[in-house]
């Protein structure tokens, strides 16, 4: 697996070893954590390995998945990064899909909501093709996960790699980190600090927030199936960013105010993923309410070794 010492890697790790597999682990820590994956030192069924997938490497012995999850994900990351975004996405899924074809593995990618750019569709279904421009600042991620797509949807026709295709929704949970400029725990940061909770544009943009366990079931189910095109994977709950603020306030008991910063260009008006083909085929559906998912989140937030929560 790629991505391993990231957020959503490490929960897949945990579920993975839970079923009786066997993980080898890649990350090159660029926002990755090695803390994600402490809990699994000494346990014969968890290998680490550090390296940077976008250089190309060979894995002896038997396989029987690749899992690409490495990617820079955050908004902040990537306006950063732009061009480790966009290698990560080529390069990257081009060495774990050679890894695949080498071992007659299944191949997941882990591809995003974002593909769907800021969406002139509503809720969104898998076969919208999106509205993404090209060439702005997200373009390093967007573009980055569909070329992902594509070459992995040739990887399947050209060589019969038994592919499957994740588009992953906003997702939250513990180990997130505090600082990535997301807006869990970017909030939740504020708020237990009793800063003021920076609101991106007026606040009315929606996101819909899956908690990681359900999402990692999503997956899991999905590296099982044989279904080749894109799956949505996310919470149909929706809600304004402000709204998301306030329920943050309520769950911490925090006293800080809103501040209201500029939207950053090109951030999608509504998101909320249309997830009947994941029900259907996957028998899937997330489990946990908002309220008991932030309330983990919070929990982990105010637990973290103190450093992390010192005032900033
Ligand atoms: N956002 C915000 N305040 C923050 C961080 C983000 O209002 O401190 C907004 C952001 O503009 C976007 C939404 O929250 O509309 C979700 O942002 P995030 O970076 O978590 O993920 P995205 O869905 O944009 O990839």
């Not at 819909?208 to 999402?215: H, N």
Request: charged share 25%; glycine share 8%.
């Amino acid at each position: 697996m790629s991505g391993a010492a990231g957020f959503i890697g490490s929960h897949l790790c945990d579920r993975l070893i839970a079923e009786g597999h066997a993980v080898l682990g890649y990350d090159n820590y660029m926002t990755g954590d090695a803390r994600n994956l402490q809990h699994l030192e000494g346990n014969p069924a968890f290998e680490f390995r550090e390296w940077d997938v976008c250089r190309s490497f060979k894995v002896d012995g038997p396989v029987d998945g690749v899992l690409h999850l490495a990617s820079l994900a955050s908004p902040k990351d990537y306006f950063e990064h732009p061009i480790e975004t966009l290698d990560v996405g080529s390069a990257g899924t081009r060495n774990m899909l050679e890894i695949a074809r080498q071992h007659d593995a299944r191949f997941m990618l882990t591809s995003t909501s974002e593909c769907y750019g800021d969406p002139l569709e509503h809720p969104q279904v898998e076969t919208y093709w999106g509205n993404v421009n090209p060439v702005g600042v997200r373009s390093c991620y967007d573009e980055s996960k569909r070329y992902a797509e594509a070459l992995t949807m040739a990887y399947h026709r050209v060589h019969g790699v038994r592919t499957n295709i994740a588009r992953i929704f906003n997702t939250y949970g513990p180990r997130m980190q505090l600082k990535d400029g997301r807006v869990v725990p970017a909030f939740i940061d504020q708020a237990l600090h009793g800063e003021p909770m920076t609101v991106f544009g007026d606040g009315t943009q929606t996101r819909s927030f899956c908690y990681v366990q359900d999402l990692v079931d999503g997956l899991y189910r999905l590296t099982l199936s044989d279904e080749r095109y894109p799956v949505n994977l996310g919470n149909p709950l929706e809600l304004t960013i402000l709204e998301f603020a306030k329920r943050i306030r309520r769950l911490t008991g925090t006293t800080a105010q809103l501040e209201f910063k500029p939207l950053p260009q090109d951030d999608p008006k509504r998101r909320q993923p249309n997830i009947g083909k994941a029900r259907k085929i996957l028998g899937w559906e997330p489990k946990v309410s908002l309220e008991d998912g932030l309330k983990e989140t919070i929990d982990y937030f105010q637990r973290l070794p103190s450093p992390a929560l010192a005032p900033s």
